[in-house]
């Protein structure tokens, strides 16, 4: 008799100890919600290591908190994220994305946290000084673009797509114009800034070449999803987390 209650003390011992392990493991126990975006796209996103950090990390994992929810961020080509929204793989999309008509026809976008400029970033003593100087009489400037991207969409629009080079992210169309193999490249303000300080030779023109929206996109008619998301953002916006965070990363 002895014997069996000091098993079934040992067993106690061993089941509460597992309780007290698992507990400290919460985590662990959250449900995930995976976010695509392309991590290449400093501050908003990129790698300090392994992990992806910049300011939609931070926002995202602060959203997945209010949701009670752990995390995931899937890197991949950003001409690819919404199509991973639509099919499930991943939850929501959040890559410095802007609202547009036609995305709006393919995806639903949360509020918007923050805004975006195209910018144009050219070489040196470049004859571009300008953004008008991209649409002058006789200008056939050469144009490099991030892929599906809104610089992509616009500078196709406005120049024709014979005077547009897509690249898969925004470090491989400045090395297309340091190499000159286009005259300039259209993309975000910050990741241009980024860019810029990371390639002598570099500038950003004053003038921009259009202003945006940046904000989260979900499946069409996620309803819920979109909501709460939506709750999340007015809650960190009123409390000043996202202000804090973006200041963290833009000064
Ligand atoms: N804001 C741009 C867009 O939505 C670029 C985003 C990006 O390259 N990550 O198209």
Known sequence: MKKIIAMLMALMLIVSGIAVFASCDKEEE???????????????????GETIVGIDAEIAAAIADKLGMKLEIVDMEFDSIITAVNEGSVD?????????????QEVDFSISYANGVQAIIVKEGSPITCADDLYAEGAAYKVGVQLGTTGDIYATD??????????????????AL????VDCVIIDNEPAKALVAANA?????????????????????????LEKI?????????????QGIIAKYIK
Do not use: H
């Open 30 to 48: 959250k449900p995930v919600i995976k976010m695509a975006t392309n991590a290449y796209f400093k501050p908003y996103e990129y790698y300090d």
């Open 92 to 104: 929501f999309g959040m890559a410095g994305m802007t609202v547009t008509e036609k995305r709006l």
């Open 158 to 175: 406005d120049f024709g797509s014979a005077n547009v080079t897509t690249y898969s992210n925004g470090n491989e169309a400045v090395l």
């Open 178 to 181: 340091l190499g000159g193999s």
């Open 201 to 225: 030779g570099l500038k950003i023109l004053e003038t921009s070449y259009a202003n945006e929206d940046y904000a989260i996109c979900i499946k069409k008619g996620n309803a819920e999803l």
């Open 230 to 242: 939506n709750q999340a953002i007015m809650e960190l916006t009123d409390d000043g987390t996202i």
